[in-house]
């Protein structure tokens, strides 16, 4: 049982490039969710899904985009990085929104 | 939605219990609080939820105030594997589901 799965672990990006990060749960649940970490601070919600082809905004959505084409996988794109969105990411999910969430390990991305 | 407020940091000698206060004055009745930890920068890890009772598990114990506007998380025997960012969290209503509001939490130091 792997849990949350998030690939890549580390990226290094220069501005204006794109690319996908990719939560995978294995834990058949409904709920899962992007947030991001900058330095002393606590985690931010980007995007979240409540089911398999749902997806909504969080607190801090502008220049995401995410998809859940499949329950188990999340993926959250960024069309053209900016240094702004170095940050360590995290995916989380859990089976209901009253129950714990389980979080991935992370992938830290540098935009240079 | 209700906010947390918790103590920047604490510490703890090991062995003891650890303490972690929280006030969530605006808490509505519906509203569970949450803690989570985080340790080195590594996914945050669940802890221990509850609503209104005193809650306990292998990790931890939470006790709700009669009011609901603060709880304690105790860790009965602290070790130095639980230094680490505590959070105190009320869920947060979103649009079309809910998802947890991570601030700054108290930075737990175990010492020798």
């Known amino acids: 049982n792997a849990g949350v799965t998030q690939t890549p672990k580390f990226r290094v990006l220069k501005t204006g490039q794109s690319m996908t990060l990719l939560c995978a749960q294995d834990?058949?649940?409904?709920?899962m969710y992007w947030y991001r970490q900058d330095p002393g601070m606590g985690l931010r919600l980007i995007h979240y899904?409540?089911?398999?082809?749902?997806?909504a905004k969080g607190e801090v959505p502008d220049g995401y985009n995410v998809s859940r084409l499949k329950k188990q996988n999340f993926l959250l794109g960024l069309e053209s990085a900016a240094p702004s969105q170095t940050s360590v990411y995290f995916c989380?999910?859990?089976?209901?929104?009253?129950?714990?969430?389980?979080f991935g390990q992370g992938t830290r991305l540098t935009v240079v | 939605d209700a906010k947390t407020t918790q103590p920047t940091s604490m510490d703890c000698a090991e062995g003891r219990a650890a303490n972690l206060p929280c006030n969530h004055s605006?808490?509505?009745?519906?509203?569970?609080v949450y803690w989570y930890r985080q340790i080195h920068s590594q996914g945050p890890q669940y802890i221990i939820h509850?609503?209104?009772n005193n809650e306990t598990n292998e990790m931890a114990s939470l006790i709700i105030t009669e009011d609901r506007k603060s709880s304690t998380l105790i860790l009965p025997h602290a070790t130095l594997r639980d230094t680490a960012v505590y959070y105190c969290?009320?869920?947060?209503?979103?649009?079309?589901?809910?998802?947890?509001?991570f601030g700054k939490g108290t930075s737990l130091l175990v010492t020798p």
């Open positions: 969290i009320v869920r947060v209503s979103l649009d079309s589901g809910y998802a947890l509001n």
């Open positions: 605006t808490i509505s009745g519906n509203e569970y």
């Open positions: 509850g609503l209104k």
């Open positions: 989380a999910s859990s089976y209901d929104p009253l129950g714990g969430a389980f």
């Open positions: 834990m058949n649940h409904e709920y």
């Open positions: 899904s409540v089911g398999e082809g749902t997806t």
